[in-house]
């Protein structure tokens, strides 16, 4: 794992679009691996404004999320599907096939994970993977304990993660109980993973992740270490600054 430490969340937000702009001009079809959540969405906004000033296309890109809360209509405000619609996908030049969330409403939830594996599968090529640190080490909804050879499945969600998550509800009773994931499995076959890490609220999992010798179940985020090329971008404050 490499570190890249940014002065505050804007200045990791423009290092993290220069990462995703550089993959897209390399490799105009390339995956983008994307999460939902506050961290990134300095990261969105600076990409909308890049695409705006003729410096990328996302014509050919195609996506896959990490997530989506089990429940919401895609409609549903605080749907990953409207998050990324809201803060990315409406402003750029993205072609809506080349989308893929996973469905919280299907009937058949086993059978939607197993659709999105096939979907993933078939996004051949570079894949970059943008991931966003859970106070508790969860990756994507990859809550502590998750077997690291899962592929994508549906979750429980901690106490810890629903009461994280309660500011973007009315109240924490409205925080869905579960979320379709990704896998560790599948987050660990992006060539590249970059791992956006900000605030004071994240410094005690930040330290919890450098100073771990092995890979735990019980902090998931861990198993970042056995991956090839994983680049924190951590702003001073989740570095202990001030
Ligand atoms: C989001 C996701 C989560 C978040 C994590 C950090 O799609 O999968 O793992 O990345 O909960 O969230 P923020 O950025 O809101 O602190």
């Given at each position: 794992m490499e570190m890249i430490t940014c002065a505050d969340l804007d200045a990791l937000s423009?290092?993290?679009?220069?990462?995703i702009v550089d993959a897209i001009s390399k490799q105009p079809s390339c995956v983008l691996g994307l999460a939902t959540g506050s961290t990134?969405?300095?990261?969105?906004?600076?990409?909308?404004?890049?695409?705006?000033?003729?410096?990328?296309?996302?014509n050919n890109v195609r996506t896959i999320n990490l997530d989506e809360y089990v429940g919401l209509e895609k409609q549903d405000p605080n749907s990953y599907y409207q998050y990324m619609n809201?803060?990315?996908?409406?402003h750029i030049d993205i072609r809506r096939e080349n989308i893929h969330i996973p469905d919280g409403t299907a009937g058949d939830l086993s059978l939607e994970c197993i659709r999105y594996d096939n979907s993933l599968d078939r996004l051949d090529g570079f894949r970059l993977q943008i991931l966003g640190l859970g106070r508790?080490?969860?990756?994507?909804?990859?809550?502590p304990g998750t077997p690291f050879d899962l592929r994508t499945h549906t979750v429980r969600l901690t106490e810890s993660t629903r009461k994280a998550n309660a500011r973007f509800f009315k109240n924490e009773s409205q925080v869905p109980e579960s979320a379709i994931t990704m896998g560790i499995q599948d987050i660990l076959s992006a060539d590249v993973i970059l791992l956006l890490v900000a605030g004071a609220s994240k410094e005690q999992a930040?330290?919890?992740?450098?100073?771990?010798?092995?890979?735990?179940?019980?902090?998931?985020?861990?198993?970042l270490k056995r991956h090839k090329r994983t680049i924190i971008l951590a702003d001073r404050k989740a570095r202990g600054g001030a």
């Open positions: 423009r290092t993290a679009a220069s990462f990134p969405l300095g990261t969105y906004r600076e990409l909308i404004k890049r695409f705006n000033h003729g410096e990328v296309s996302f809201r803060n990315l996908f409406s508790n080490g969860h990756i994507g909804f990859n809550e930040l330290k919890t992740l450098m100073e771990s010798d092995r890979p735990d179940e019980k902090f998931p985020a861990t198993v």
